[in-house]
Antibody, heavy 119, light 112 residues
Framework: EVQLQQSGAELVKPGASVKLSCKTS????????MSWLKQMPGQNIEWIGN????????GYNQKFKGKATLTVDKSSSTAYMDLSSLTSEDSAVYFC????????????WGPGTMVTVSS | QITLTQQAESLWVSPGEKVSITCRAS???????????LSWYQQRPGQTTKALIY???IRTDGVPTRFIGSGSGTEFTLSIEDVQPEDIALYYC?????????FGAGTKLELK
């Protein structure tokens, strides 16, 4: 059974950084892309970027370049996302989701991590 | 970037009825391989987001046959026949033809 386990909710101060994790099991992590997505309360879902589990190759939404940095640890089948210089606009739920090949859709999602930016 | 428009913010339905959710793309989602890169997702409170349909019309594993994806080019529809109480949820379309991948704004299915 494929599982994506995300780290717990974060309360962070403006200007700080936070690192979110997405630990996977049940499939060969290095053979697939992992995407990260942002959903603000009551709002649309935005695609932040992809990272390939095999070599860490990345592709970002231009909107999130400089804000998000994606990395992987193949040894633990875990994907990470660093968010920097946080503002209230970064308060949201962040999902990781595996990208199915060749269907090119998000076949498995994590439960999401809520990030709240507040002083 | 490609914009996806889900006109209906909310749709009201009674159990047993049929409902259709539409998604319009700002450009064709047909690739040279003959497939449309449009998928549909269901979000229910307290549950992980679930993929329902990919390539516009292919159901993912385990999705009930009452969920039907159709459409081509720029116009797509997710139909739910014989709506069940557990189908009350938010539904999103997504395009993965071109980066940045983009979602529709979502359609909330509510009980009459």
């Amino acid at each position: 059974e494929v599982q994506l386990q995300q780290s717990g909710a974060e309360l962070v101060k403006p200007g700080a950084s936070v690192k979110l994790s997405c630990k996977t099991s049940g499939y060969t992590f290095s053979n697939y892309y992992m995407s990260w997505l942002k959903q603000m309360p009551g709002q649309n879902i935005e695609w932040i970027g992809n990272i390939y589990g095999g070599n860490g190759g990345t592709g970002y939404n231009q909107k999130f370049k400089g804000k998000a940095t994606l990395t992987v640890d193949k040894s633990s089948s875990t994907a990470y996302m660093d968010l920097s210089s946080l503002t209230s606009e970064d308060s949201a739920v962040y999902f990781c989701a595996s990208l199915n090949y060749p269907g090119w859709y998000f076949d498995f999602w994590g439960p999401g991590t809520m990030v709240t930016v507040s002083s | 970037q490609i914009t996806l428009t889900q006109q209906a913010e909310s749709l009201w339905v009674s159990p047993g009825e049929k409902v259709s959710i539409t998604c319009r793309a700002s450009q064709s989602l047909l690739y040279t391989d003959g497939k449309h890169y449009l998928s549909w997702y269901q979000q229910r409170p307290g549950q992980t987001t679930k993929a329902l349909i990919y390539h516009a019309s292919i159901r993912t594993d385990g999705v009930p046959t009452r969920f039907i994806g159709s459409g081509s080019g720029t116009e797509f529809t997710l139909s739910i026949e014989d709506v069940q109480p557990e189908d009350i949820a938010l539904y999103y379309c997504l395009q993965t033809l071109k980066k940045p991948y983009t979602f529709g704004a979502g359609t909330k299915l509510e009980l009459k």
